[in-house]
């Protein structure tokens, strides 16, 4: 018997790093998962690699209408787990932030997560679990990250308010906050492989445990606030850091 038998569970983002290592552990304990990102390809291959009959909406999170169709697709079957989880973000220092910055950070983080869960709620199971992906650069104050980091905060914010809204349906919102994770996400941040691994070297340097994190151990945290084993937890934040934000 697997943890998830029987269970629906939508990852956004599900086509790389954190969100694909978590839809294939939801999968691989026997939910049928449905995973949204927007380049085709990736999708695609995401889908072959997460295997168990895993269902790819290509699709903009930032785009209410490409969520309409992610929960049109799931929509027999309604949700048991939400991983609202696609985002991402770019180094930019306060005096060279641009709209465009501002504006691509806070629709995939910000806008992205709150119309994800909003689209969601008519299709959320009774006990139904929402786990959403803040960034430990939210409570950090590292330089040239402060648009992702005010992204982030808020993510933080809404884990509090979905709580307490939901809380009456059986549903539980929580937040996993991620350290650094080596994904193909973190290696886009820098320019070239050169600073990909100066960046990794840093980040490495900074985390008490002394290596970068897996996907796959966000996966098993992201696991657990979704599987019963959390029932008392709503509201909260996990973090996954290697002891960064906290020793
Ligand atoms: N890696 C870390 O160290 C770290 C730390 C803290 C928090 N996080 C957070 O963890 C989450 C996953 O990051 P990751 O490191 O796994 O990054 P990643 O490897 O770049 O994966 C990001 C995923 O999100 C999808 N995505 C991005 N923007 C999207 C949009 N507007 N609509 C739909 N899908 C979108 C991407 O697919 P497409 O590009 O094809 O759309 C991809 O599947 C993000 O929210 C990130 O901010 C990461």
Redesign the pocket.
């Known amino acids: 018997m697997g943890t998830f038998d029987g269970k629906v569970a939508v990852v956004?983002?599900?086509?790389?790093?954190?969100?694909?290592a978590t839809a294939r552990r939801l999968a691989d304990d026997g939910a049928r998962v449905y995973v949204?990102?927007?380049?085709e390809a990736?999708l695609k291959q995401a889908v072959d690699e997460i295997g168990h009959g895993a269902v790819g909406v290509r699709?903009?999170?930032?785009d209410l209408a490409d969520l309409d169709r992610l929960f049109a697709a799931v929509e027999e079957h309604g949700v048991d787990v939400l991983f609202a989880?696609?985002?991402?973000?770019e180094f930019t220092r306060l005096e060279d932030v641009t709209e465009k910055h501002f504006d691509q950070t806070f629709d995939?983080?910000v806008k992205?997560t709150l119309f994800t869960v909003q689209k969601a709620l008519p299709h959320l199971n009774e006990g139904a679990s929402v786990i959403l992906?803040g960034?430990?650069?939210a409570g950090s104050g590292a330089e040239a990250f402060g648009v992702y980091a005010a992204s982030k905060a808020a993510i933080r914010s809404f884990a509090r308010t979905w709580a307490n809204e939901l809380k009456g349906r059986g549903v539980r919102v929580n937040a996993i906050v991620?350290?650094?994770?080596a994904?193909?996400?973190?290696d886009?941040l820098a320019a070239d492989e050169a600073g990909a691994a100066q960046l990794k070297g840093y980040l490495t340097e900074s985390v008490p445990i002394g290596r970068m994190g897996r996907?796959e151990e966000v996966a098993g945290a992201v696991a657990f606030l979704a599987s019963d084993q959390s029932s008392f937890i709503t509201g909260s934040e996990l973090y996954v850091d290697g002891g960064l934000n906290q020793i």
């Open positions: 956004t983002g599900g086509t790389s790093g954190i969100g694909l949204m990102g927007r380049r990736e699709g903009d999170v930032a989880n696609a985002g991402g973000g995939a983080n992205g992906t960034s430990t650069a991620p350290g650094p994770i994904t193909p996400g973190i886009g996907p």
